[in-house]
Each structure stands twice: as C-alpha cells, then as structure tokens.
C-alpha cells in the first residue's frame, strides 16, 4: 500500500504544474464500470473503500449489463474506467474509432459457454445441426466472440442461424423458455440458470483443445488517462494489492459474493477457474512486444472486422499499452 499514495502526490505534483484546472480535476471524483455477476478479489477493496482512500477522490461504481453497454457510458462521459470489459467489446468499440486504452488484463477465465436446450439431441458430436437453429448472443460481448469460435471448431454455418442480441439473464429465460435453442451466456446467475436447462456445446477440455479462452481488460478513456495518470496508476495498484491479497477465505468470498449479488456457492464455482495476472506478469506476457493482449486483440479483430473499420494490424497497438501497470 506504500507505493500507492506516491502515485496520488505524482499526479498532484504534474497537476499543479499542468495548469489549476488540472487540479481541480483530478481531486474530484472517478466514475468506474463494473459488472454484477462477475466475482473479483478487487470488490474487497471496492466495498471497504480502499480505492478511495488511496486515490484521495470519491470513486463511483456503476453495474452494467453488458461490456457493450460500459463502451457506451465511456463515450457519454459517464464512465472513466471499465473494469473487466470484455476484449471483444473493447476491440470493437476502437474498431469503430472510440477513444479509449487498454491498460491492464482484469482477469483471465475460461471461455463463456453456450448453452444447448436440452432434449435437442444436439453436441459437439452433431453440432451442424444447430444449422438453422435460434440462438441467444449478447453481440460484440466476449460471450459471441466464444459463439463464433465454436461454430468455427465445429464446422457450422452461422449464415443459417437466427442470432437474437439478447443480454445474458435474457437468453437464460428465453433459453428456458423454448424460444431459442442455444443461448450464449456469461455471469454466474445466468450461466447457472442457463445450465439448469442446457447443456454446453463444448466441454471444457475440448476448449482447451481448440484454444479456445478468454480475458478481460481494464480500459478507460484517454482523456481520463491523459489528465489522471497518478490516479489510473493509483486504481491499477489497488486492485492488484486486493488480487495479491485474495486467500478466499470464506470472509473474503462472503463480502465479495453480497457486492456480486450472488451466492456464496455460486461466487466459489465462478471464481474456480479465474486467474489475475500481476503487473509484472502481465508486462512481460501481455504487453510487451508481440504480447499476448495485442494478439488476442487481433484475432478478435478478424473475427468481428467489418468493411471500413480499422487495419488492427497496424492500428491496434497504439491503444493497448502497460505503460501505467507499476
């Protein structure tokens, strides 16, 4: 925690030489996406207000549906920060010319799973016959990044498929109700009520076959991270003291689970498989040259690039940067 009140004085010291109403800026508040459904060890630092604290500012948490929707905030104005934004709503939205920065990885996790009604007969076995089906897909989420890739591995043709844009708690009733076949979900409720109902297309071996996964990012505006760079760095620190100091202990997954909205049995079950990287990891495998963040964020390019939308190849690095990771 030393080193984060060093980062405050920083930002106050370049403030105070930048100009007054530099100063007045970076003392007023910061304004944070987040999304319900998605346990991180950071709310321990989010509910006891330890984000504030070593900011020296109010900092505002707003849930969100969807990564979409955090995009969305951030180009109103309403938003600074998106914690755990999904990378594929991230490169669509640079795609499209939005002026905001990948900053750090929130976490890496299993891909999002899409649910099969149950009773179709259908599996990773016969998958084509979802040709002509209906399926749920919150678009341009991480969950329709999976979708595309599955159908990639198994060989069918999206083109015959109805797509429905439908946020995850949406597809999981739609799903339950016969109104979809085959719902793309991610969130802890919804995936647990999608799957009371479906089954996935793919194991979770056969996605580690086929390499397929997924992780989310810390992004934020560039005028945010042009005029506060104390106060990102500051944010960064914070949430990877609470990564560091996460034991999931049942006090730890309790508190977390109440900010989640979820059960602590839930919380346990989505949190298995999550991995945050620390700084120091993430600048030497994600942001360095060649970094795995500026692959995936190609790949993902490619696979959502659309006619008069960004070269990624040669445009995407300049957005993705570890510069304020410590």
């Keep these: 925690m030393r080193n984060l009140k060093k980062n405050v004085i920083s930002a106050g010291v370049a403030a105070v030489m930048m100009g007054g109403a530099t100063v007045a800026q970076a003392a007023d508040s910061v304004n944070v996406a987040f999304f319900l459904e998605w346990a991180t060890p950071n709310q321990i630092a989010k509910v006891d207000k330890t984000y504030d604290d070593a900011m020296g500012v109010d900092v505002k ?5 969807t990564g979409v929707q955090m995009t969305e905030a951030m ?4 938003i600074d920060i998106a914690y755990s934004q999904g990378l594929a709503p991230f490169v669509t939205a640079i795609q499209q010319g939005a002026p905001i920065k990948m900053v750090s990885i929130a976490v890496i996790y299993e891909a999002n799973d899409c649910f099969v009604k149950n009773g179709l007969g259908i599996n990773s076995s016969n998958a084509s016959e979802l040709e002509g089906k209906t399926v749920a897909v919150p678009l341009n989420t ?3 990044f999976a979708f595309r890739k599955y159908m990639q591995t198994l060989n069918v043709d999206i083109s015959t498929m109805k797509i429905v844009d439908q946020a995850p708690a949406d597809g999981a009733v739609s799903l339950a109700e016969g109104s979809v076949d085959m719902a793309c979900i991610f969130g802890g409720d919804s995936a647990k009520k999608a799957g009371e ?5 793919m194991s979770s071996q056969q996605k580690r076959d086929a390499g397929i996964g997924s992780f989310d990012v810390v992004s934020v505006t560039e005028k945010f991270a042009t005029e506060n760079p104390g106060l990102l760095r500051t ?6 003291e ?9 006090a730890q997954v309790s508190k977390v689970a109440a900010d989640a909205g979820m059960s602590v049995s839930t919380t346990k079950n989505q949190m298995a ?3 945050f990287p620390t700084a120091a990891e993430q600048k030497e495998q994600f942001f360095g040259p060649n970094g795995v963040a500026v692959a995936a964020a190609e790949s993902l390019g490619l696979v ?7 070269n990624v190849d040669q445009k995407i690095a300049k957005v993705i940067t570890g510069e304020y990771l410590n």
């Design 242 to 250: 609470a990564n560091a100091n996460w034991t999931a202990s049942d």
């Design 235 to 240: 944010f960064l620190e914070v949430t990877h």
């Design 197 to 201: 109902v479906g089954t996935p297309i």
């Design 273 to 275: 498989g999550f991995i």
């Design 304 to 310: 959502f690039k659309k006619p008069g939308a960004w």
């Design 75 to 78: 180009l109103a104005g309403d």
């Design 142 to 144: 991480m969950a329709d």
């Design 61 to 65: 948490w707003t849930n969100f549906s």
